[in-house]
């Protein structure tokens, strides 16, 4: 079969994650890389032999031969990439947020549909197998009734005022940074799990650090604690710090979350709990092969991740037999298996997050914005797409 042409449009720690990803796949082939520098992309074009290495994106647009566009820049560049993208025809696979504003991703979602092309925004932590898990719990009552919904996105690499990245410069990743970053992931994963959505929301967000010294020379995401005193500039900061969200799901249920990117001896913990009339279940990044499931009446339960344990429609999500970790990378490959699959199979099932689940996080944040302004609830609505 021949294989589909890929291009990867950014060189930072996401780019070389979609890179490696994609080179696990079967008939996809990684055929060209756009960086904003040609120093940057060498490294990434030599190390695992991409033909084609430009500045200039638009060019990988007018290639004819390439069909797939993953874009892995930073916020401010989705939209325009993600557009231009569509509008020559290409495929196109985006790192969340989708865009900086909810009407970017409406136009978005609607090129995608006019233009019939496959599209699907980077969710992936969605394809842990233990996630998988719970929301198959959710589907089939095994859970009953959800009555809570809350956890947690924790990160410590931006406690200290000397930790910069571009995310903190609102100009660059947008209007927020921690909600925007980390909350939506696990917006997304609650919505995805429970099969409930959104109704409304009261949020409160927190800039710790107003002012953030910005190093002289770029910094790689994470990286940024190998510098010295001598390699900063004083900057103003807009963007949040922490944010903490009530909110309603469906009729009766309620939650809350809070993300934060200040949270000392916490790398990447997303947690999540969730409570029904029968029992409850929590999943927690950090230890991504267990699965807690509570009890009223008899013993807790916590399960290791083995395909052959796992309900039938969550089996296909691990590849690896009992004992054998599945980690953060694998999640890349979930996704990206599904996406390509609906470009070489066009009438198959679209399992994975597409344009319209970024619009939906979008949304979300958007109104978590409005109710810490207003300092009030705030509904959240239900997009309407014009075609």
């Known amino acids: 079969?021949?294989?589909?042409?890929?291009?990867?449009?950014?060189?930072?720690?996401?780019?070389?994650?979609?890179?490696?990803?994609?080179?696990?796949?079967?008939?996809?082939?990684?055929?060209?890389?756009?960086?904003?520098?040609?120093?940057?992309?060498?490294?990434?074009?030599?190390?695992?032999?991409?033909?084609?290495?430009?500045?200039?994106?638009?060019?990988?647009?007018?290639?004819p031969a390439i069909d797939v566009v993953h874009i892995c820049t930073p916020n401010a560049m989705h939209f325009p990439m993600a557009k231009e993208s569509l509008l020559a025809g290409k495929h196109v696979l985006c790192e969340k947020p989708l865009a900086t504003t909810v009407e970017e991703a409406e136009e978005l979602v609607s090129l995608a549909a006019r233009h019939g092309l496959r599209n699907c925004v980077c969710h992936n932590l969605r394809y842990y197998p233990m996630v998988q898990q719970m929301r198959r719990l959710c589907e089939a009552g095994d859970l009953g009734e959800i009555l809570v919904v809350q956890g947690t996105y924790s990160q410590d690499w931006l406690l200290y005022d000397t930790d910069w990245n571009w995310r903190v410069d609102a100009r660059v990743g947008g209007p927020s940074r921690c909600m925007a970053d980390i909350g939506s992931h696990?917006?997304?994963?609650?919505?995805?799990?429970?099969?409930?959505?959104?109704?409304?929301?009261?949020?409160?967000?927190?800039?710790?650090?107003?002012?953030?010294?910005?190093?002289?020379?770029?910094?790689?995401t994470f990286a940024n604690k190998l510098l010295g005193p001598e390699d900063y500039i004083e900057t103003a900061v807009a963007t949040e710090?922490?944010?903490?969200?009530?909110?309603?799901?469906?009729?009766?249920?309620?939650?809350?979350?809070?993300?934060?990117?200040v949270s000392a001896g916490r790398k990447n913990r997303l947690s999540i709990e969730i409570y029904g009339t029968r029992s409850s279940a929590a999943w927690d990044q950090e230890r991504p092969d267990e699965l807690w499931v509570g009890h009223r009446n008899t013993g807790n339960e916590i399960f290791l991740k083995d395909p052959s344990l796992l309900k039938p429609a969550a089996r296909s999500y691990a590849d690896l037999p009992g004992g054998h970790s599945e980690g953060y990378d694998d999640t890349f490959k979930q996704v990206f298996r599904r996406f390509y699959a609906t470009i070489s199979a066009p009438g198959g099932a679209t399992e994975y997050p597409q344009f319209v689940d970024g619009l939906r996080q979008l949304t979300i944040l958007d109104a978590a914005l409005q109710s810490h302004q207003t300092r009030g609830w705030i509904d959240v609505p239900t997009p309407t797409i014009s075609h």
């Not at 720690?13 to 490696?20: A, I, W």
């Not at 710090?241 to 990117?261: C, E, N, P, W």
């Open 241 to 261: 710090d922490f944010g903490a969200v009530l909110f309603h799901m469906g009729v009766r249920t309620r939650g809350s979350v809070t993300a934060s990117q």
């Open 1 to 63: 079969m021949k294989p589909i042409r890929t291009a990867i449009f950014g060189t930072g720690f996401t780019g070389r994650v979609h890179r490696e990803a994609v080179r696990r796949l079967e008939s996809v082939e990684v055929v060209a890389i756009a960086a904003e520098t040609t120093e940057d992309a060498r490294p990434l074009g030599a190390n695992f032999s991409v033909p084609t290495l430009t500045t200039d994106y638009r060019e990988l647009l007018r290639d």
């Open 186 to 220: 696990w917006f997304d994963m609650a919505e995805h799990i429970t099969g409930l959505r959104l109704t409304s929301l009261c949020a409160d967000l927190q800039t710790f650090h107003t002012t953030r010294k910005k190093p002289k020379h770029s910094v790689e």
